[in-house]
């Protein structure tokens, strides 16, 4: 294990979830829901988390495009609500500032557009690059200490991202989602990804969301063995399940995704947390796991 690890943060779409009824596009919380989204904020740095992610995921003008009202929106007779970017990212930077600002990192996160880049959908480059401009560029103008690009399934469209993520002076992390073939859903391996992506000067490269941190093992390992670049890790905790007693549960529960977390240290990763299903109890555990593993090596 590195003796440098950074503890990301978990899940902020299925842990605002978990917070309300109203499950909806989760950007839509910092302007509809906003105690909620500083509620998780504050959590996580409770928790020991380092770099945090503001609530700015998916915030991008392709996926506004799709919204549906909310069951707030119906009950007082809004049938579409419309959506800005530039807003949207806005309120979710200023709201990290106020829980964040000193506590933790503030990380701008940015995922895959809703659709797909041409020929296989109807988004060209140029296209791509604006939408991506506009989400990254509100968020900068506030203020971030890193740029989070995550759960990509298509490597051109997250180096176009990137390219963008880069004109600004911060570090920039690239993390793509894998099936359990070890490959993205457009068939790249992770020294593709490595080949695509280390020439551009990014910080971290690695995986999230999609798998287990069981199933993601031999991926990072993959990872290591193609590149000297520190890796970032942030598996799933599983798909909720129902129990003998009907009753919801994660697919991992706080000890086994710890346990198997941790085994992805050995392989050069630096940057830990979790995706979907993992929330702040989950990370509060990784950082009692880390520094307990710390403590043995002397550096704590």
Known sequence: ?????????????????????????VWRYNVEQPEIVKELLQEYVDAGCEYIQANTFGANRTAMKKIRPSLTNKAA????????????????????????????????????????????????EEECREYYEEHLGAGMK????????????DLKMLQIATSVAKQYDVPVFCSMSFEENGR???????????????????????????????MALDIIKEFSENTDIPLFYKPNAGKPILDA??????????ETFVDDVMKALDY????????CGSNPAY??????KIDEKKKEMGVL
């Open 142 to 153: 506030v203020g971030a200490d890193g740029i989070f690009l995550l759960t990509y399934m």
């Open 283 to 288: 990370l509060k555990r990784l950082r009692e």
């Open 77 to 124: 007779g809004i049938k579409k609500p419309k959506y800005d970017p530039e807003m949207i990212v806005t309120e979710a930077m200023h709201l990290a500032h106020e829980v964040l600002d000193g506590k933790a990192k503030i990380m701008l996160a940015a995922g895959p557009l809703t659709g797909l880049l041409e020929p296989y959908g109807d988004i060209t």
């Open 268 to 275: 050069n990763v630096k940057y830990v947390g979790g995706c």
């Open 245 to 254: 007693d009907g009753k919801e549960q994660k697919g991992f529960d706080i």
């Open 1 to 25: 294990m590195r003796e440098d690890i950074v503890l990301l943060d978990g899940a902020s779409g299925t842990s605002l979830w978990e917070k309300t009824e109203d499950k909806v596009a």
């Open 184 to 214: 993205t859903l457009m068939g790249n391996s992770p020294k593709d990804i490595i080949d695509a992506l280390a020439p551009m000067g990014v910080e971290a490269i690695g995986i999230n969301c999609s798998l287990g941190p069981d």
